[in-house]
């Protein structure tokens, strides 16, 4: 497993090197020293397996309060995947991502924490989902496929795709529920909103996917962005000690 390609917005595409011989072929589809040395420290709690027949359309879902982040593989056939930042304070938020995945040449594409996602199956297809967060009825989300103001332009060639109730009457891109950085999440059934796990797995990534993608740039831009943030923790720390905050308990 290793990187092929990576964006900014957090997403990245792994490939696996296919060891073929008489017998068929082997190949390494998870390594978690590589998904996080781009993702950070993530783990795989629930895997999904779905199979959609040629012309189905799934999506786009997502989960709110503890959202998850998702390895997507396609074991069987080939899809048309899609991906949608719906992280109102991104740089990227509303844009979409496509990707070809089939099971011909392994790849794993990793989708970030704040992002719907749905694929079109283009032939009967077998797709494995890993998930960071176990499934929650209470939280999930859609978003329809066809959206105005989503610029996705589905490989359909005419037809109509096959979707469920759910996807159907989907709320729009416009009307659907984003990922606020400061919002309250909605308790869960045992009271516990996870508000503190959701953003911390969150900004984790963020972080994660902004090294990774920073790789290679100009050091002299590094240095001078690592000045910068030393330079405002420094005004920070000396305000604090001229001008003590009201109500601050003592740490």
Not at 113 to 137: K, N, Y
């Amino acid at each position: 497993m290793r990187l092929r390609s990576a964006h900014a917005s957090g997403w990245a595409l792994f490939v696996a090197t296919a060891h073929r011989d008489e017998r068929g072929w082997l190949a390494e589809t998870l390594h978690t020293d590589v998904l996080r040395a781009h993702a950070g420290p993530v783990a795989i709690a629930q895997q999904n397996l779905s199979r959609s027949r040629r012309g189905v359309l799934r999506g786009l879902h997502y989960q709110l309060g503890p959202p998850q982040g998702k390895l997507v593989q396609v074991i069987e056939g080939r899809v048309f995947d899609v991906i949608v930042d719906l992280r109102r304070a991104s740089p990227e938020f509303g844009a979409s991502f496509a990707f070809e995945l089939c099971a011909d040449e392994p790849q794993m594409l990793w989708i970030p924490p704040g992002f719907a996602h749905g694929f079109l199956a283009r032939e009967d297809s077998l797709v494995l989902h890993g998930l960071t967060q176990p499934w929650s009825p209470l939280h999930e989300r859609a978003i329809r496929w066809n959206s105005p103001g989503l610029t996705i332009d589905w490989p359909l060639a005419g037809m109509q795709p096959i979707l469920s109730a759910r996807d159907r009457d989907a709320p729009t891109f416009g009307e659907a529920e984003p990922f606020e950085p400061d919002a309250d999440a909605t308790s869960g059934p045992d009271g516990d909103t996870g508000v503190s796990e959701a953003a911390a797995e969150v900004a984790t990534t963020a972080r994660g996917a902004r090294r990774a993608a920073d790789r290679g740039t100009a050091r002299g831009d590094a240095a001078a962005s690592v000045r910068s943030e030393r330079d405002t923790a420094e005004r920070r720390v000396h305000d604090d000690r001229r001008t003590p905050a009201k109500g601050r308990t003592p740490r």
